[in-house]
Each structure stands twice: as C-alpha cells, then as structure tokens.
C-alpha cells in the first residue's frame, strides 16, 4: 500500500511517501516546500516531481494520504478525512488558527488531485481519548463545557511513538503492540507492573505527557496548544484573569490580547532576543539576562510537568526527551535532569553530552530511572494508523 503523508503547516507543505506492508515500511521519497502561497500549486507540482522521478508510474498508485490534523469540535482518532472532518476542523478553526485551515484546504485539495484515494486524518488530540475526566475538565459552569472547552492535548503522534519505541526499548513489548493498536482496540489491557513514562516533546512547540502502560494519562496542553510549556512564540500556561486585566490597563483589544499572546511571547517574548532556543542560549552565554531566563523559565515548567504526571502515575521507570530541543539540547536535558538522585534518577554527564539527535540511553549505570532519547517520528505513527485504518475497511 502506497500512503503520502502531507504534513500542511500555515506557509509550507512537506510529504512523505511510505510503502506499507504488513511486515513493515519503507520511505520511498520525502520532499517539501516553504512560504507556499498556493496548497493546490505545490500539491500538484509534488505528485508531479514524484512520477517524473520515477518513484510512481501514476499519481493514481497512491492509496491513501494521511493528514496529521490537530483538532477537531466533536471529532478526534484516526478517521476517514471526508466533509464531516473537514467542517469539525473548521468549527475549531479559531482555537487552531494556524493549523485548522490549512488542513481543511489541504484535504479538499487532496480529494480534488487524488480522487481514487483513501484520506485519512489522524487527530493530535487522539492520544488523549483515554485520560481520566477530572483531570481533562476545566471547572467551569456547564455551558462552558458544552461548548467543548476542556482539556485535549497536542503532539499525539509524537507521543504515541515514544510511548512504544520506550516500551519496546524497557522490553516491554507486550505494552508497545497494546499501544501500536490503540486507536483500533482502545486502551491496551493494563496487567502486570504498571510502565511509567514521561514523554517530553520540546521544540518549536513542546508539551509533557504522562504514559501509563502505553496510554496517556495527562498532558501539559489544554483547550489549545496554547498552554503548558512556554512554546516558541505562544505562552503556555497563564492564569484566565491576566487577560482581561491586561486589556484593561495596556488598552489591548481582543485580537491585539490574542496576537500577542500566540505570536509575541513564549521563549521570545521572555528573551526578547529570538524564539529560538540557539540563538536565545548564545545571548544567554554573552550576558543576557532575558536569555537566561527564558530558558530557566522553559526548564522550570518542563520539571514541573514531569513531577506532576511521576506522582500522578506513582512512580517513573523512564523519562524520554524528543524532538528539537529534547534531541539536541544536552544542557537542558542535564537541568531538568538535576538533583534527582533521591529519586532514584541519575544522568551520566559523559552519555549526555555526546547525545545529538540519536536513540540513546542517558542515565547512570545505577540510575533506577531510565533516561531516553528518542528521536521524533510523527510521520512513522499516522502512516502506520493509516495503514491500519486503511486495512480494517478492506
Ligand atoms: P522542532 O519543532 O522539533 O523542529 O524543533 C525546533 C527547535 O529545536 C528549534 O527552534 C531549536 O530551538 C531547537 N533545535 C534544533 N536544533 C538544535 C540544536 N542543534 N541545538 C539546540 N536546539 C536545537
């Protein structure tokens, strides 16, 4: 089965082509493009670059293609990418701005270039189907909640590949199939010692998880992927009467409160300096105090997360740092790691500093805890949940 997974942010489109076999996968051709004014454009011009190269006879060998949607009113799991996904998508346009639309436009466009194939979305949200209510409610009057404001999560197929790459990794295979099958089966049978894992996903955009036995149990976002962590230009978690205080006393608008807020904080806001975590730890080395506080504040909050889901879970068997910051960021990964020895859990400083972007195993040889890195594979998840969703109609 030949699956294009098309990742559409709000200015580029990348893809990946997978042929899927029940044994396995291979990639068969990656690509991109960037300041895309024009999805139909790029769309035809990428299934156009693929059967000049050779990689497809015809655009019409490919099966399917998987979208990583975020988050939809009323609609979350791995689901048939049709009208009703669509306007679900659109009804949260305005809680996912910069990612709801292009994704509505992107799988109109896909079913007008592909007719004969299968669409696919797989929800961000998804991973979170099974958290426990009380802690994915906000306490809110009902009518509130009947309007779907609640806690979600986001990167769920970040998390879900951590989630069974760590499980395969502590010889826990029985969890990763339980979880590689979670959206078709639902929760896998919990038996046995519980597996207690924090995924942290630091990157332009970051958020903590709590796994227990392959399913999350909590996540550090909320309503939108606009809370949690300081993010990259949003943020995080900020207490609701800040707003409307702040509108009052700097004479913000509403859209100026909300531009602000998703485009002019996070890590840049707080440095002032970029919102990216080499340029803000080069000024941080020069003397910045911002700087510096801006990854302190980033550390901090990661800490915080971490301790909230070990003590939720009772325990932790691992940690596991991914994507951007978590692959590469050793010094990072050293502090949030810092002054845990009571608690059983021990970086080996030499293990760490030589990790970059790799698998690998960052704990002491006596460290209870186990300390991961796992490098980001969102594409690999939605187009293996593809696969299966794919199968099961067939
Ligand atoms: P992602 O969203 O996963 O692509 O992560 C992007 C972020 O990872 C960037 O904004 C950087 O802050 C961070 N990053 C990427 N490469 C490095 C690196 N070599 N060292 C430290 N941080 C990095």
């Given at each position: ?53 050779g990689v497809i006879a015809s655009a019409d060998e490919i099966d399917a293609v998987g979208f990583k949607t975020v988050l939809g009113k009323d609609l979350s799991g791995c689901v048939l990418a049709d009208d009703a996904c669509v306007k679900a998508l659109e009804d949260f346009a305005a809680v996912a701005p910069a ?270 805890v186990k300390v991961f890195v796992i490098p980001a594979n969102e594409e690999l998840v939605l187009a293996r949940e593809v696969y299966r969703k794919i199968s099961s109609l067939s």
């Amino acid at each position: 089965m030949l699956v294009l997974i098309a990742n559409l942010g709000s200015t580029s489109f990348k893809y990946r082509l997978y042929r899927m076999e029940s044994t396995g996968q291979e990639v068969l051709a990656k690509g991109g493009y960037e300041r895309v004014t024009d999805y139909a454009a790029v769309i035809e011009d990428a299934l156009a670059t693929l059967t000049k190269d050779g990689v497809i006879a015809s655009a019409d060998e490919i099966d399917a293609v998987g979208f990583k949607t975020v988050l939809g009113k009323d609609l979350s799991g791995c689901v048939l990418a049709d009208d009703a996904c669509v306007k679900a998508l659109e009804d949260f346009a305005a809680v996912a701005p910069a990612h709801n639309p292009p994704y509505a436009n992107g799988i109109r466009q896909f079913a007008q270039s592909l007719p004969n194939a299968k669409l696919v979305a797989l929800f961000e949200t998804a991973f979170y189907q099974w958290v426990p209510e009380a802690r994915s409610t906000y306490a809110l009057p009902q009518s509130w909640r009947d309007a779907g404001i609640r806690r979600y999560g986001f990167h769920g197929a970040s998390h879900k590949f951590v989630a069974e790459r760590s499980a395969e990794l502590l010889g826990r295979d029985e969890v990763a199939a339980g979880t590689a099958a979670l959206y078709q089966q639902g929760p896998a049978a919990i038996t046995g010692k519980p597996l207690r894992v924090v995924s942290c996903h630091l990157g332009g955009s970051s958020s903590v998880t709590g796994i227990l036995n392959g399913v999350a149990i909590g996540t550090s976002m909320g309503f939108s992927p606009q809370s949690g962590l300081p993010q990259n230009n949003r943020v995080g978690d900020l207490d609701s009467g800040a707003i409307p205080y702040a509108m009052k006393t700097l004479g913000l608008t509403l859209e100026e409160a909300e531009r602000q807020l998703t485009k002019d904080s996070g890590l840049l806001g707080l440095s002032g300096v970029s919102n990216d975590i080499r340029d803000i730890n080069e000024a941080s080395q020069a003397g910045n105090a911002n700087a510096t506080l801006a990854i302190d504040h980033l550390i901090d909050s990661i800490r915080h997360w971490v301790g909230a889901f070990a003590w939720q879970m009772g325990g932790l068997d691992a940690l596991v740092f991914t994507a951007g910051i978590g692959e590469n960021g050793r010094e990072l990964r050293a502090a949030v790691c810092a002054g845990l020895e009571e608690f059983g859990l021990v970086l080996d400083e030499q293990r760490n500093a030589a990790c970059r972007a790799v698998e690998a195993e960052l704990q002491a040889d006596h460290s209870r805890v186990k300390v991961f890195v796992i490098p980001a594979n969102e594409e690999l998840v939605l187009a293996r949940e593809v696969y299966r969703k794919i199968s099961s109609l067939s």
